[in-house]
């Protein structure tokens, strides 16, 4: 019997935003995730001081996952974040960094958090028009059949990833093999629902990353002394291998766990009987003109010796994260029943070789028509190579949201001091009849705007890990960075050259001032302009659908965060 | 064993306590509490429930304050909060009142005998400034205050928005609402899919059921499916658990499992040749039977829940499929027909989703609930349960109002042409005899505060069906020669069935006569069985309104309900329901109308009443009601509740109508329903004179006292 202990009462904390505890816990980790940020960002080492495995990362998944938050207010903002995360992968640094200075920033106003939360709903829902408004001067579309925009995605996918220690040639031959391995996985023929194919990844850990490669179709890994050498695989008379994939065992095991019982005659060896079914099978393989035979489990080594003699290429133990593009690439059913299978279940493949890169061994399985790809990931260490492998995971999705959505960002700072330019701009513009719709005064609506905009420029401000400063021009609205210590130079077109996206450079004088200083006064705003020239090449791009998102998750969060009246903490 | 006595200033500490831990949450300015889980789980809500459970207090009188409150939130759907801060303020208020034991147990009596004349008649009198609830406006407004209370500010109007729409369009005749509705909130779990990070105003309402798993073999069909409900395994071993198979030969064993593999393609190939293209499984099927219904062309769903196949056999009224390898021939009786089905990818979460053409009153939606974090949508999903629950009480009594406005002036020159010749009906009568009288005893002598509710709706329908347009069906139905008295009692809403059988009565009678010449024989009867007078009662009650309802839809009257007629409710109420207190599905405007209005009568009747406690504790109750707009005005700028206060007195000294400002409504019924409750727990601590702690587990006698029986 157990013991039964009394409840305790719970612990309650009425405004639990006023207390000191929440601001440090939050500017700590505010500080944290900043310093993570963008392609300058200061590397964690994570580590659990037990020996266990060390994680050298910048990445805001893994950082979010390991820090072990204690205080409540600050599960809610990382358990939102990552949830962002998982749904879209990217934009995860922004998001956090962007909530948390939301917090801060609003609770310093100190008005009541409901008209704080209206008006901040109603700046969000300003910035997600604009930005999916054509007039939109921080985004450009993408052109499927330019590749140069695609590039400029995933090269500024990859050089935010400054663990993944990727010198520029690296990053060059990785972003063309990632949206190569990409553009194989998407159909030719377009029906009325396209689905993408697949894109496998390889590990290959230790070597050089410019010996990474893509394949169409798959690799399928085997023991070296398994195959034939040269491979001959039989074809049918159309010049195609056929292929038979099962997904049930073929080892001739008699083991089933949920049935009765079974009493076997003294001389009858049940072992014999299955290995006799499975030489059936083989036979019918060989009559059916199969060339490979692929299955998810083990192959008794009998039938494997018989298929061989027969040229018949067997590959097992394939698992089954293989069987689903394996049965996509090649049009078989898996087979899950030895005793009966109908020849409608087999598939086809158009050639099948061998490949071996760094003691590893492959079979090559090259289809008739591709949606299925296999990325060979190179490199030097494990943890590199894991790093290496998010960044590609994460352009592979942010890829798959541009196709659906073919718009892009200005990275580099510029969407964000864009969008609190243009904020500035609309809350000094706004009718009465709006602020009675949110049931504020004007004077209430600006200082929320304001705070909002010092957030959005605070991120911006967060790529700049070096003590320099950060410029915001009139006319763009874009952002700029310089060396420190010469603010105080009277001809700043000098100073800067290029602005953080890259669209922009010197040439024209465009106002420079000092981005979130106290002594700037507020400029009268007006609405940023979209820049004339459209240089697409070399650009920092960030993904649209997950910025997007990303700001909107941010806002909530920190509405919801800011809405908190008491906390009930038990006790038990 | 510890005794301490028990002390009214203790018992105010104590609520006083409880009110300042949910006054920040109540109202729509009130903000959220997050509850930190012992499991590491952070929990935001603002649900009054929630909150006071979440306290897990000591002492045992707030155990049972947070005990009433939870009760009268399992009623009426609403008001836990409200409670505990109405609950504050008369202990307060009685604290000062009262001083010393003696003078406790007369107020505790007071307050038992404070009902009638003074509550009561105040009610009576506020009725007047209510307005009748009808239409979807209505119904999104009723719905924007209730959620005002449980969701952020800026989430309020999108999600109220979306349960209007979600509630029309999962029962888009009225008349099944109600019954829709108890199904929606049985299985909302299985009817909401929650997506953390898409915006707020990403929910949706989506047609057809989701299950959240992923298909196990998916063969993609055009158009209409063919589908059955399976609750076993299809593919059955070599021999079944407990059973012994000999095997004598090596071709007996290959030939034993060869027919084990056949028979279960002959299972399929039965499937197929039925035209099932869809299976559903409760039980993970055999890898073999994933096969087959891949290389037949049969989808699979496996490992549905019990819930989910509940709701699928609710909705479609098949039971399942038993496979039998006998009748490989025999036609598949028990398929239903899904209009589609397809994966849908939610987040990062595959479902399958189904659509159905339900063969009950609900028609199945789904809601995509979508919020920044798991949490928040919790959150709202347990919100939307609760106005389900809220909107299932009022929508009885909703659509009856909205005739009762309509019908009023035809009632007069329509009555007496209606006459009642009919022999079938006598059996039917005495329910609503009894029913009928249960409201006149309640006039007098208030017994039990539900019965009365529940006798006046009832009261309104058939005075309501004094309509020439409504009544035929509506007596015809209570006269209908199959429901006597005990069937009906038992067996709520499943009389309607009986509808089939129409007869036209050649003459009717005034139903008002024959109450009147029934009743004198049924007083007494009455005061004794007053718990079947209330289940009677509440059968007619629905039944009798759905019936209206079909009537209505039928004969397509269009009637557009203006929010708030209080010169027309007015004459309404004087004339036709002189008995009434709370006419049924009566609304008031939100902020603290409700409160003032009953604090203005209950002072004004607390100055006719003779005794001088009894009028004192009235005035304790009416002032501690004000206690409520307090709270609820207390973060608005400057001395608005006073300004708001004033405004209103004057108004109704001068007999106008309130100030409004606010677009919201709430039920007069929750909230007097409310005062009730709080009335009772005061009562029932009053009575308490000493607390003893004991050593041993006390034995809980009858555990009945759910929620659902109130």
């Known amino acids: 019997m157990s013991r039964v202990e009394a409840k305790k009462p719970s612990l309650y904390i009425s405004e639990p935003l006023t207390k000191d505890i929440v601001h440090q816990s939050l500017s700590v980790l505010r500080g944290v995730l900043k310093s993570c940020y963008g392609p300058a960002g200061r590397l964690k080492q994570l580590h659990n001081g037990m020996g266990g495995y060390v994680c050298t990362t910048s990445r805001s998944s893994a950082v979010l996952r390991c820090l072990s938050v204690s205080h409540p207010v600050l599960k809610v903002l990382t358990a939102s974040v990552q949830n962002h995360i998982s749904r879209v992968s990217d934009c995860g640094l922004f998001t956090a960094i962007l909530c948390c200075s939301l917090i801060e920033n609003f609770k310093n106003i100190n008005f009541l958090s409901c008209t704080v939360i209206k008006i901040s709903k109603h700046l969000l829902s300003l910035c997600t028009d604009y930005l999916k408004s054509e007039a939109c001067g921080c985004r450009v579309s993408v052109d499927f059949s330019n590749l140069e925009t695609l590039f400029c995605l995933v090269r500024s996918i990859l050089m935010s990833k400054p663990a993944c220690m990727l010198s520029k040639t690296e990053i060059d031959h990785l972003t063309t093999l990632i949206v190569k391995a990409f553009l194989l996985t998407v159909p030719c023929h377009v029906e009325t629902n396209a689905v993408l194919g697949k894109c496998i990844i390889v590990p290959v850990k230790g070597r050089r990353v410019v010996d990474s490669t893509v394949f169409p179709g798959l690799l399928l890994e085997t023991p070296e002394n398994q195959l034939a050498k040269p491979l001959s695989v039989k074809r049918t008379p159309s010049n195609i291998i056929k292929i038979a994939l099962f997904c049930v065992s073929m080892s001739g095991d008699l083991f089933n766990p949920e049935e009765g019982s079974i009493t076997v005659r003294h001389g009858i060896s049940l072992e014999m009987s299955e290995l006799d079914q499975l030489l059936n099978v083989g036979r019918q393989l060989v009559n059916d003109e199969i060339g490979l035979v692929v299955c998810q489990k083990v192959i008794h080594p009998s039938l494997k010796q018989y298929l061989k003699e027969n040229h018949v290429v067997a590959v097992d133990r394939v698992g089954l994260s293989m069987m689903e593009p394996l049965s996509q690439m090649t049009g078989s059913k898996p087979i899950a029943s030895i005793h009966s299978f109908s020849p409608s279940c087999y598939g086809s493949l158009k050639d099948v070789c061998t490949e071996s890169f760094a003691s590893k061994h492959f079979v090559h399985l090259i289809p008739n028509d591709t949606l299925v790809c296999s990325l060979m990931l190179c490199n030097r260490s494990e943890t590199t190579w894991d790093e290496l492998k998010c960044a590609y995971e994460t352009a592979e999705r942010v890829l798959q949201l541009t196709i659906k959505e073919p718009l892009a960002l200005l990275g580099g700072g510029c969407t964000e001091t864009h969008l609190a330019s243009y904020i500035r701009h609309k809350s000094c513009n706004l009718s009465t009849s709006s602020f009675k719709a949110i049931d504020c005064s004007q004077t209430q609506y600006q200082l929320v705007a304001d705070a909002f905009c010092r957030s959005l420029e605070s991120v911006a401000c967060s790529l700049n890990h070096d003590d320099g400063d950060i410029f915001t021009d009139v006319v763009y609205g874009h952002c700029w960075f310089v060396p420190s210590g010469f603010s105080s130079v009277s001809n700043w077109s000098d100073l800067v050259s290029k602005c953080g996206c890259g669209i922009n450079d010197n040439t024209q004088n465009l106002n420079w001032r000092v981005l979130q200083s106290q002594f700037s006064s507020p400029v009268l705003q007006s609405c940023p302009k979209e820049p004339s020239v459209k240089a697409t090449d070399f650009l920092t791009l960030d993904c649209f659908a997950a910025k997007c998102s990303g700001l909107q998750v941010a806002v909530e969060t920190a509405n919801l965060i800011l809405d908190l009246s008491c906390i009930i903490e038990d006790q038990n | ?710």
């Open chain 2, 1 to 710: 064993m510890a005794a301490a006595p028990l002390e009214l200033g203790r018992l105010a500490q104590e609520a006083a306590a409880l009110a300042g831990a949910v006054r920040g949450c109540l109202g729509p300015r009130g903000g959220r509490a997050l509850l930190a889980l012992p499991t590491g789980a952070a929990l935001l809500t603002r649900d009054g429930r929630r909150l006071l459970e979440a306290l897990s207090l000591e002492p045992p009188t707030a155990r049972m304050m947070v005990a009433s409150a939870c009760r009268h939130r399992g009623a009426t759907g609403d008001g836990a909060k409200t409670f505990v801060v109405l609950l504050a303020a008369v202990l307060r208020g009685l604290r000062a009142a009262l001083a010393g034991a003696g003078r406790r147990r007369r107020a505790a009596r007071a307050l038992r005998a404070l009902e009638a004349p003074v509550l009561a008649r105040a009610a009576a009198a506020l009725r007047r400034h209510a307005a009748a609830a009808g239409g979807g406006a209505a119904l999104e407004a009723l719905l924007e205050a209730y959620l005002g209370g449980r969701a952020g500010p800026a989430e309020r109007r999108p999600l109220a928005r979306l349960c209007r729409e979600y509630c029309e369009r999962c029962a888009p005749c009225a008349a099944a609402r109600a019954a829709a509705l108890r199904l929606a909130g049985e299985h909302f779990a299985e009817l909401h899919a929650a997506v953390a990070g898409p915006p707020l105003a990403a929910s949706r309402v989506l047609a057809g059921l989701l299950l959240r798993r992923d298909f196990a073999a998916y063969c993609p069909a055009r158009g209409e499916v063919a589908a059955v409900l399976v609750t076993q395994l299809l593919h059955a071993g070599l021999a079944a658990p407990g059973v012994e198979l000999r095997v004598e030969s090596e071709g007996q064993f290959q030939a034993c499992r060869r027919w084990v593999a056949r028979r279960t393609e002959n299972v399929v190939r039965r499937l197929q040749s039925n035209n099932v293209r869809l299976l559903l499984s409760s039980v993970k099927q055999h890898e073999v039977v994933i096969y087959f219904a891949k290389l037949y062309g049969i989808s699979v769903v496996e490992c549905l829940s019990s819930e989910e196949i509940a709701l699928l056999r609710k909705i479609t009224g098949i039971s399942p499929f038993t496979p039998s390898c006998d009748d490989v021939r025999r036609e598949i009786a028990e398929i239903t027909v899904a209009t589609f089905c397809q994966p849908l990818l939610l987040g990062s979460q595959r479902y399958v989703h189904l659509g159905f053409t339900s063969t009950c009153a609900f028609q199945p939606h789904c809601l995509i609930l979508c919020g920044p974090a798991h949490s928040v949508n919790e959150q709202h999903a347990a919100a939307f349960q609760g106005a389900f629950k809220m909107l299932e009480q009022l929508f009885k009594t909703v659509e009856q109002t909205e005739e009762c406005e309509a019908e009023g002036e035809s009632q007069n020159e329509t009555s007496d042409i209606c006459g009642w010749h009919s022999s079938t009906a006598q059996k039917q009568l005495p329910i609503e005899n009894i029913s009928c009288n249960g409201n006149q005893g309640s006039e007098h002598q208030l017994k039990t505060v539900r019965g009365e509710a529940e006798t006046q709706v009832v009261e309104s329908d058939l005075q309501r069906s004094e309509n020439p347009a409504c009544v035929q069906t509506d007596l015809q139905m209570s006269s209908s020669p199959v429901s006597p008295i005990k069937e009906l009692s038992a067996l709520p809403v499943r009389d309607s069935s009986s509808r089939d059988v129409h007869k036209l009565h050649p003459k009717w009678k005034h139903p008002d006569e024959v109450h009147k010449s029934c009743r004198s024989d049924l007083v007494v009867d009455n005061q004794k069985n007053s718990s079947t007078a209330v289940l009677a009662a509440d059968n007619a009650n629905t039944v009798v309104s759905e019936h209206l309802d079909v009537d209505k839809d039928t004969e397509k009257i269009n009637r557009n309900i203006v929010l708030f007629k209080h010169g027309k409710s007015y004459t309404n109420s004087e004339q036709n329901y002189s008995n009434l207190i709370i006419e049924a599905g009566s609304v008031l405007p939100v902020g603290g109308n409700f409160e003032i209005l009953l604090h203005y009568y209950i002072r004004h009747y607390a100055k006719q009443c003779q005794e001088s406690i009894v009028a004192d504790i009235s005035n304790v109750i009416a002032d501690a009601l004000l206690s409520i707009p307090k709270t609820l005005y207390r973060t608005a700028e400057g001395n608005s509740f006073n300004k708001f206060y004033l405004k209103a007195i004057d108004a109704l000294r001068k007999n106008e109508p309130l100030p409004m400002n606010q677009k919201g409504l709430e039920s007069v019924y929750c909230k007097y329903q409310l005062v009730i409750s709080v009335v009772n727990c005061i009562t029932e601590l009053l009575s308490i004179d000493l607390i003893i702690g004991v050593k041993r587990p006390l034995q809980k006698i009858e555990d009945n006292d759910s929620e659902d029986d109130f």
